[in-house]
């Protein structure tokens, strides 16, 4: 009886035990070096732009969808974002000698994400095209429109408030001999400091986390990945729920690009490149299941640093990226054979 609840209790938080274990191996090999907080810091900065992404697929997923255009729309969203924060007199800005308010890169990035998660909804819900064909579909349209947009050129120059927004720590930080807290601060000679990519990873989580738990859409998201038709005989609207799920997740996406060209300083047609297998990657790392129905954002945002935590230790450990792409490539292998089998029995 007890073998059996241990069981299903590792069956439960297999994701957290791996990334527990994970965390100890990499502090083995390392020396605790990797561990440290400035370490830690770097972790939670490289991968909170994919936590953005990762959520909005993970909610896609759940409804036995998937995106592959998240990587382009990305690369867009923060060509756009950057094309409305460019120094205004910068010679080859996109809007020369015209000085936009903060909030409207902000804005208009979020908004193309938007807009481009709507365009994906419709194909997929009304459509009725499959969702792998209909993301490949977008994914290089998303590619072209980036390219026209941009002339191919890199958006950079971009102004100091705007990079200010993923640059910037809140925190202790040494002064004149005083340590005091800096709700500003660049990161120089800091005692503790927080990154805001991770506070807007902390906030961005509890807002879908409560969306999904507990709300009457994300409950009807669940049912919908467990059975299309039978939330269809409910009383569930599928089609509008679906083009909900699809534009929810391009807002996320647009999220996202605007962070990460703040925190680039720049966007270019390499921005973002491949984050589609990285996000579908820490989702299904994370318990997502590919069968739809099944996925919590605590795994999510797990397997996210899962993923980022194997990234980080290999390269720590001056392992050849080229090898990274096959250990990325074999853990979807292997977590989506193993989500087959746990639950073939739904099938």
């Excluded at 809140?170 to 805001?196: A, E, H, N």
């Amino acid at each position: 009886m007890q073998e059996l609840k241990l069981k299903q209790m590792m069956s439960k938080y297999t994701t957290f035990v791996t990334f527990v274990v994970l965390v100890f191996v990499l502090a083995i090999l390392t020396k605790g070096r990797a561990l440290t907080w400035d370490s830690i810091k770097t972790l939670i900065i490289a991968e909170s732009v994919r936590a953005f992404a990762s959520l909005g697929v993970g909610m896609i997923i759940i409804t036995r969808g998937i995106d592959l255009s998240i990587g382009y729309v990305v690369c867009l969203t923060a060509s756009v974002a950057a094309s409305f924060a460019q120094i205004p007199t910068y010679e080859t800005a996109l809007y020369t000698g015209h000085a936009f308010p903060l909030i409207t890169p902000i804005v208009a990035g979020i908004l193309a994400g938007g807009l481009f998660g709507l365009f994906n909804g419709v194909l997929v819900a009304y459509g009725k095209l499959p969702p792998f064909i209909a993301t490949l579909g977008t994914m290089s349209i998303a590619r072209g429109i980036q390219l026209i947009y941009t002339k191919a050129a890199i958006v950079s120059s971009l102004t100091p408030g705007f990079k200010a927004l993923a640059q910037n720590f809140m925190g202790w930080k040494r002064v004149d001999g005083r340590v005091k807290f800096m709700l500003y601060d660049t990161g120089s000679d800091g005692v503790f400091q927080i990154p805001y990519l991770g506070i807007y990873v902390v906030i961005i989580t509890v807002i879908i986390w409560v969306f999904l738990k507990h709300t009457k859409q994300g409950t009807n998201y669940y049912a919908i990945g467990g059975n299309a038709q039978a939330a269809r005989v409910s009383g569930i609207n599928v089609e509008l729920n679906l083009l909900s799920v699809y534009t929810f997740a391009g807002l996320l996406y647009g999220c996202a690009g605007v962070l990460q060209a703040s925190r680039l300083g720049l966007a270019n047609a390499l921005t973002a490149n491949g984050m589609e297998l990285d996000a579908i990657a820490a989702v299904t790392v994370g318990g997502v299941s590919q069968s739809g129905g099944v996925g919590t954002v605590g795994g999510m945002i797990i397997g996210v640093f899962t993923m980022g935590l194997i990234n980080y230790g290999m390269s720590f450990l001056s392992i050849d990226s080229y090898y990274q792409l096959l250990v990325k490539g074999a853990i979807i292998i292997v977590a989506v054979f193993f989500d087959m089998k746990k639950y073939a029995k739904r099938a």
